[in-house]
């Protein structure tokens, strides 16, 4: 597993002009902070050896005020010994992109309008993050015991890739079987 950390956490300076004399600029302040929470398409430039030739995915972990996102990066083809990285966060901040493959769940969040993909090591993290009503898709095979929620009812998709006979479930002390590779998790 290869691991790296980059701080995209935006800054600006403030100046003011002086008007009606000389043109003369005065720094105020310098390195403020540049909050930004809506969805960002980033493109970074990757080592080639950084990632497997064969492999077109890493994960990318972004901590926000004490919580940590993880997306999925798409990787492009090698130029030039530059593999390129495209993604899709809400807001910049530091990020670190590892090509450990340890997730098992997403779930698609509309961010004013734009479809952003989060991912879990478990389901029972996906199962705490969903919203009432929402859609949780597994995207490997999971063996796991999840408990419905009070006042929130998610329905348990399998993504395409994910063999149902794989999947063991375990829904409030009782074995889950999906209909039409989905499930729907009454209220507790």
Known sequence: TKKLALDLSPVYDLIANVVG???QAVTVSQGKPLTIDKP???TIDLPEDFVDPDRDFVYVAQTVDGKT??????????????????LRTIGLSPIEITTEDNMVAKITEDM??????????????????VKNEGVIT?????????????????TVELDP?????EVHLTVDG???SFTDRS??????
Request: net charge negative; glycine share 6%; proline share 5%.
């Open 183 to 188: 499930l729907t998790i009454p209220v507790n």
């Open 138 to 154: 597994l995207v490997k095979p999971v063996t796991e015991s999840i408990n419905s929620i009070k006042d929130k009812v998610f």
């Open 69 to 86: 996102r993880i997306y999925r990066g798409e990787l492009g083809e090698t130029v030039d010994g530059v593999r390129k990285l495209s």
């Open 112 to 129: 004013d309008g734009v479809n952003v993909n989060l991912y879990y090591p478990t389901l029972a993290e996906a199962v705490e993050e």
């Open 174 to 176: 009782k074995e889950a």
């Open 161 to 165: 890739i994910v063999n149902e006979e």
């Open 40 to 42: 960002i398409d980033l």
């Open 21 to 23: 004399g000389p043109e």
